[in-house]
């Protein structure tokens, strides 16, 4: 099939992923929803503080213009109760110099006729002097507002004084002014009531009149610019938070990792993410100002629509710039809420701090204000309070496209525009995006693999045919590796494998046949020291996974790589596929190297993967998945719709083709990775363990999609189903500690490291005539034990199972040559012996696999001198290598045993394919043919002398070493 390439691949993966983006977006959509229209709720919260803000503003008139100040004529006095702070029982004044008559007439004048509200007696107190009054007040504070001090000088003279609690106090913002509002009521009261007392007329009175200056209202800040930053960035902090959580998910779930196997470009994943956060961008910005709008905010109808719109739209999108440029350093996409909160809380404070006039005046240098201008919410802060600055009255007009450049008339302070902040933004927001590239380039991914920090100076990587990456994180030290040694293969098949393909390298040509040629491909980790936490330092050292491959997969044929956990077979997979770089050797695939990075990009178009994982978004469907891979694979578009359609049939999943797949099973979701890596008629597909999870059912009908896949490509599988080996494959590699260990046919390879045969007899169940006629039971036993018998006399086996109807026995290979005239035998005797049927076959692939990983544990565990304490039955406690067999006790030596004993220990493998002492024979005298204890010790003194556990000896047995029970 004839793949796009070039710029219509990149319009098409772009349409694809933007496509992808939208679907995502639409079925998460509380998280949408938030995104687009939080800032309802947010510019509602800005109008109730303002509401409130009115509410309590509403008895001053420090915040309006006052042309023409309104009189406040004979002022009453107040209630006490209206005191801030008032401590009941209160009194509206006290007094002193109760002794006059006149002076008590006074005060009676004085609460009967205070204008509007006739003072009650019980809410005055009359005192002798005025100590007793100030040892009143100091005993019952902020019971009284005032009080008066009279003196009857003579006829014609009355003094008084007066005392207030100056102290101004604030309630719920409102500070209460004493002189006004009780100083003043209560002496003209007490002046007017003097006057009318001394010149004896009681209607006596004047006008006192008090008036505020005229003067404009107080310049303060708007309620948009003291909490509009605050809550702008609050909203633009969803979209933060959203973006990150979805580019670093992509990255955990390997799903970007997988999609760049299939040839995605980095150009259409960052374009794509791009366009689709400007879309939703340009919408949220523009809901801000239609909200604000509604709610008829003078911010957002005096200042011009294009000029907020920008505002909101450049630092949201510079939001996002920010956001692509922190993803590369999470690694957890629930870290995403963590790291967004984070910078709220920095940005609610710096944005206080720009609130209040730093840095952006000429007491700072232009250098901090640059310095300053870096985090995006600080530009918000200081265009918010341009912004309102320039609508904080009525009367001002707001800023005009045409006025952007320039500083309000009455702002003699400013050093920045409304236009210089949108060069900042959309300068910061390139800068981010530019960051971000590099920093997705420089810092490990998922498989721990990046490019060098300095890869943009290599022509390299600007003309496509460099990028070497290199692997472990950008500050941490990589420990040395130490040289792989090469091991000739120890495997006949293995070693003439590697022959072949030694040779075939020397040759020019590339035999045609060959669709992978591995050439001593090695993969070794590399080690690293890390500062982790409490200043620990961590250290790992290198780790050979694959340790020189030398092997060739045939084109139309399947190769099975089988191996216990941690063989390698991952890894090797990786190297082919590009996700992890080869340490050293090569692999060609098709005749393209995995080592160069235009070899890659072809590979990538010829090849399909099915990975370990499942690459899939619980929230797409199976059908828009194929969709969108085969669009990354650049199929033409007008087949990719039938293609799907076909993949989907041939998976079986044609009717949940438009079920999401966050409800699929684990094998409808191995299927479609399958299917996924059969797209596009790749050349080699690679399929690591893709039946994990399945029923018998579906595994099977998958082994069958395999099958058919097999023509005209090859396929490299990896699974721990030995049946699935047995049945799918033409050939099968076992690795084991990063080696072929063997390599050819089912049928070679159990034959060569199987323990034999496998001869299972079935019984007629019946009495032939020949058997005692005591029952059938009794008759069972007796054919039975003369098979058993049989089998003994002649092969020298017993059964490995039994029951009434069979028995099962493992015969040797050694006793090969026997089997045809022995088995003729059998069947001669057939009737006799009650046998319905004899099957005689090969064991099992399992067997091998698990003779293989044994073998290979006990290489390691020797090379490594592992050991392990060994009880036996005496009681005696020694150490002895992992896998050794036969181990002499020293120690032993008496005069029963002069040579001294020895047993035999039987091994294990447990979960995880280590070796474990399963068992062990009785403890024996040394045999004859075996060198005496004290000689053995001699050999092997240095263990002896050691201090601490005793050392078994290990005896490694000649051919005629048989150690007698
Ligand atoms: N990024 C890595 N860094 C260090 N060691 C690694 C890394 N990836 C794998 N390994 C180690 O390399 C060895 C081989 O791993 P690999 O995944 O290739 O094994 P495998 O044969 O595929 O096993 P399985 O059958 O469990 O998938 C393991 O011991 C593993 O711990």
Redesign the pocket.
Known sequence: MNLLRGFALLVLQFRALLKKNLLLSWRNKRATFLQLFSSLFFIFLIFCIEKATDAQNSNTTEYEVVRDPKPLVAPAIPPCEDKFFVKLPCFDFVWSGNESQTIDRIVRAIRENNPGRPIPETKVKSFRTTGEVDEFLSNNQMHVPGALHFAEVNASVISYGLQTNSTPLAKRGQFEDPTLKFQIPLQIAAEREIARSLIGDANFRWTVELKEFAHPAMQTLSTIALVGPTFFLAIAMFSFVFQIGSLVSEKELKLRQAMTMMGLLDSAYWLSWLTWEGIMTVLSSLFIVLFGMMFQFDFFLNNSFSILFLVFFLFELNMVGFAFMLSPFVSKSTSATTIGFSIYIVGFFTQIVTASGFPYSDNFSQALQNVWSLFPPNLLAQALRLLSDATSTPEDIGVSWSRRTKCAPNDDECVITINDIYIWLVATFLVWMVLAIYFDNIIPNA??VRKSIFYFLRPGYWTGKGGKVR?GGICSCIGSAPPLEHITPDDEDVLEEESLVKKQTTEVAVDRNVAVQMRGLS?T??GSRKIGACCKCKK?SP?H??KGLWVNFAKDQLFC?L????????????CLTGI?PVTSGDALIYGYSVRSSVGMSNIRRIIGVCP?FDILWNALSGQEHLELFASIRGLPPATIKSVVQKSLAEVKLTEAAKVRTGSYSGGMRRRLSVAAALLGDPKLVIL??PTTGMDPITRRHVWDIIENAKKGRAIVL?T?SMEEADVLSDRIGI?AK?RLRCIGNSIRLKSRFGTGFIANVSFTGGNNGLSPPNGDAVATTYQHESVKQFFKNHLDVVPKEENRSFLTFVIPHDRENLLTKFFTELQEREEEFGIADIQLGLTTLEEVFLNIARQAELESAAAEGRVVTLTTTSGASVQIPIGARFVGIPGTESAENPRGVMVEVYWDQDDTGALCISGHSAEIPLPPNVQPMASLAATTRNSLRRRGPVHGIVISPDENFTPSS
């Open positions: 498989s721990g692997e993969k980790y590399p790992t780790y996974a694959v790589l191996g216990p956990n941690g063989a390698g077979k991952t890894t090797a997979i990786n992890t370990q690591d363990e990896t721990h690795m990063g």
